[in-house]
Structure formats: C-alpha cells, structure tokens
C-alpha cells in the first residue's frame, strides 16, 4: 500500500485536480518540465513532487512568466534544484516582472492624461462650435 508520501497520480487524476487539460500535463513533460513514471502497461504515475512541480508551472503562468522563465525558476525535471535555487530564481523573476508592471503603470498613468486633456479639448471645441450659428 501506497503512504502519502509514495501516493502515485494518474494524469486524469491530476489534471482533474488541477484544472488543466491532460494534454497540457503531456506537454510540460514534453517540455521537460516534469517526468513521470511508467507503470507496466505504459501508464503515466506521477508523484507529489511531480503535482508540486505542476503547481509552480501553473503559478508562474498565471503571473505570465514564460515557458523558458519558468523552466529556469523550476529546473529540468531530470536534475534536481534545491528549494533555495528555486526561490532565488523566482524572486528573480517576481522582481522582473514587479518593475514592468511598475513601468506598464506609468504608461498607463501618461495615456490616461492625454485621454483626459484630449477630451477636455474636444469637450471645448464642440461647445464653442454648438454656440455658433448655423449658415
């Protein structure tokens, strides 16, 4: 019997749980971003490291990493980083992303001014052309 630290997923089991395509779970092991066991008749069993993994590949494309972005934070599924790697790696790319949406904020802040002083300028125009008479 199984304990919970041995517990083997099948990739329907996984991709249930996680809400995710089993074809997407195929193509990060594609990727080389996990590598399951085969049983005997050929069946994918993935462990807990493998649903852990799965579950940081998820995280880091919902903040929008990149494959290549989050392949670095987790490492190639053959090689083993340590906790530490991957945290450092992740602040890494946290920080990467923080200051693009800093700078995404600015340009937004700019263009949300222009907008204002275009339409404040239009506004204008239209009453003073509204006040004139048509001929």
């Known amino acids: 019997m199984n304990t ?4 083997k997923f ?7 749980e996680l809400d995710i395509s089993p074809s997407a ?8 971003l ?13 462990t807990r490291h493998d649903r852990g993994r799965l579950k940081l590949i998820l995280r880091g494309k919902r903040f929008g990493a990149s ?8 490492g190639p599924a053959e090689h083993e980083i340590s906790e530490k790697q991957q945290i450092d790696r992740s602040i890494y790319y946290i920080d990467k992303r923080y200051n693009e ?8 802040c700019i263009y949300e001014k222009d907008l204002l002083t275009l339409k404040k300028k239009l506004t204008g125009r ?3 052309i509204s006040k004139q008479p048509r001929g």
């Not at 494959?67 to 987790?74: D, P, T, Y």
């Open 25 to 32: 779970i195929r193509f990060y092991e594609e990727k080389g």
């Open 101 to 108: 949406l800093q700078e995404r904020k600015k340009e937004i």
């Open 34 to 46: 996990i590598s399951p066991a085969r049983s005997a008749g050929n069946q994918r069993l993935y």
């Open 126 to 128: 239209l009453k003073l």
């Open 10 to 16: 099948t990739i329907s089991q996984l991709a249930t």
């Open 67 to 74: 494959l290549a972005e989050i392949a670095e934070m987790v």
């Open 4 to 7: 919970e630290k041995e517990k």
